[in-house]
């Protein structure tokens, strides 16, 4: 007999592959959980198998992304239907900042054919890993803040500076975003000023990974983040600036057994002829006072 036949086999792979692998059963209640999706999700498996899926990663607010569980309503039909699905989801790390996999999922049968239960797997994107490694290398030339993860505040300026070069010589678009992370001073007077850093440090990682590789994400000072993205138009601008507000709406800040919502505000503008590094910046801090002014937690694009 082959060793292959040998299930123990299978399963010691399965543990160990780096790609996310799950399963639930007809309740989506967790059964099996792999190394792999304990790296993507930050959960270890003794703290999810057992566990309902929903109850580890809730539904997003955003209409277009239901959460892992609900896979945009495919894991319903999978359980149902007994049919394979696919889609592109949001989950909430356990440090709380958000992540977006691609799902797949197939049904589980007995001998006889009834579907007992499902099988996922999860693949973070794969610009994550030549992320990190770029991210390490910049750290060791002082290019990144270390407090939140992302650029320095000096070099997401410079990149600033080669985008509005490049848009004059080439006119190739650009627009920048001003994010704020909203309340922070309540927050620190209630949870401290750890709390604040690991929310900063929560905002700044959803926002980047968020975003297309070919645009930046720097810690401009205090709360507040600066976004360049090439290639943007103004409505191009609204759109992304609205679905990281939603992404963001959908954080939680793990704090010593508790979860802590936060909010983002965010003012952008689009290049023009005859702009400046002050210009630009000067109309996208207009409209990030703006956004603040009605109340925060909202986008406001100057033209």
Known sequence: MSVFADLEIYRTVLEHMQTGIYMVDCEQ???????????ITGHLRQDVVGHFCRDLFPTQ??????????LGG?????LRDGRPAMAEVTLRHKAGHQVTVRVRAVPIRNQIGNVIGAA??????????????????????GCLDEATGVLSAGYIHTHLRESLTTYAEHRMPCSILCIQV???????????????????????????SSLRPTDFVGHAGGNIFLAVLTEYTGLDLNKTAERLK?????????WWGDE?????SFGGTTVVSGDSEKSLLQRAEGALRRSIAAGGDRVTISN
Request: net charge neutral; charged share 20%; glycine share 6%.
């Open 29 to 39: 209640k967790i059964q099996f959980w792999n190394d792999g999706a304990e790296n």
């Open 246 to 254: 939603h992404t963001v709406n959908n954080m939680k800040i793990a």
């Open 61 to 70: 607010k955003e209409g277009s992304k239901n959460g892992v569980c609900g």
């Open 260 to 264: 802590l919502p936060v909010t983002a």
């Open 182 to 208: 909203d309340a922070m001073e309540r927050f620190g007077a209630a949870y401290g000023v750890a709390a604040v850093t690991a929310a900063l440090r929560a905002v700044a990682q959803t926002v980047e």
């Open 74 to 78: 495919a894991l319903a039909s999978v």
């Open 120 to 141: 996922e797997s999860m693949d973070a994107d794969p610009w994550a890993f030549y992320a990190d490694r770029r991210h390490r290398k910049l750290s060791s030339f």
